[in-house]
């Protein structure tokens, strides 16, 4: 079985808290990222938007003639 960790290196929770949120911030919320992620959400909202009303139009026709062969 292994000793152990042999790295001496610390560091503490604040700093790497401090770390993470600025990476966070700085990073993955810069604000071009933001923007595509943002323009991305949209984009796919309005794809999935037009791919229920053109479902819900062939269902909507599918009923009037069941309702007619009624």
Do not use: H, W, Y
């Not at 770390?19 to 700085?26: A, E, I, Q, S, T």
């Amino acid at each position: 079985m292994g000793t152990g960790c042999t790295n001496s290196r610390t560091i503490t929770r604040a700093k790497l808290e401090e770390r993470v949120v600025n990476g966070l911030k700085n990073r993955l919320m810069a604000p071009e990222k933001a923007a595509e992620a943002m323009r991305a959400f949209a984009e796919e909202t309005n794809r999935l938007n037009r791919e229920r009303r053109s479902f819900a139009e062939s269902d909507r026709q599918e009923l009037e003639k069941t309702e007619a062969a009624i």
